[in-house]
């Protein structure tokens, strides 16, 4: 299911505005100090927010202050992962960025496949990709569904196995074995988009 469009008010960051995509609002907020920012679903709040301005439009919604920064909860010490498709199921597509400056470590497209399995993917592409590295980075992911996978070592999703989707369930397969073969201490760590925005590895396709 396609996700819907959102406006990102940007109050204090390199450009303030109303961007139209997350990756454009990341742009003027990533790195900048105390940035301050938030989404909404229509472009006419995200214009009388940008009037308002931060402190106003906070308290107003009941968030914290504009004193505060809840994006330092972030642990930058991480990479992020997520998926995309179009259609459920349809094209399918994930990608495992640097939490911190978004740049984009691997990459897998499949011409037929669901959102939940490119999620799953996406976290074991992860793990193998950090154990090979010995690093200790946590990954996040905006999935419960894929974390409760991961955790069970098994990709339940339901989609039918024909001659269509044969090589994407090799690749599921290949991921659950080496779930079952390998141990890790990777943090998987869910990403808290009503507080922070869209996951950094998110498409943009909102």
């Avoid at 997350?22 to 006419?44: H, I, M, N, T």
């Avoid at 994930?94 to 799953?120: C, M, P, R, W």
Wanted: glycine residues 6%; hydrophobic residues 30%.
């Amino acid at each position: 299911m396609a996700k819907k469009q959102k406006y990102y008010v940007v109050w204090v960051g390199a450009k303030p505005g109303i961007y139209n995509s997350w990756p454009d609002c990341q742009k003027q907020v990533a790195g900048f100090p105390k940035a301050r920012y938030k989404s909404f679903e229509s472009k006419l709040e995200a214009e009388l927010a940008l009037k308002k301005g931060y402190s106003i439009t906070s308290k107003s919604s009941k968030q914290k202050s504009s004193t505060s920064n809840p994006r330092s909860n972030i642990n930058y010490i991480s990479i992020s992962v997520d998926a995309a498709c179009s259609g459920n199921p349809g094209k399918m597509e994930y990608q495992g960025v640097d939490t911190k400056s978004g740049k984009q470590y691997f990459h897998f497209a499949s011409k037929l496949g669901t959102n939940n399995i490119g999620e799953f993917l996406a976290i074991v592409h992860g793990l193998s990709f950090l154990k090979k590295q010995n690093s200790k980075r946590a990954i996040y992911t905006d999935s419960k569904s894929a974390m409760s996978w991961v955790r069970n070592k098994k990709c339940k999703t339901t989609l039918e196995r024909n001659t269509q989707t044969e090589e994407l369930y090799k690749l599921i397969e290949r991921a659950e074995i080496w779930l079952k073969q390998n141990t890790y201490n990777t943090e998987i760590l869910k990403w808290d988009t009503k507080s922070w925005g869209e996951i950094p590895a998110d498409f943009g396709r909102k």
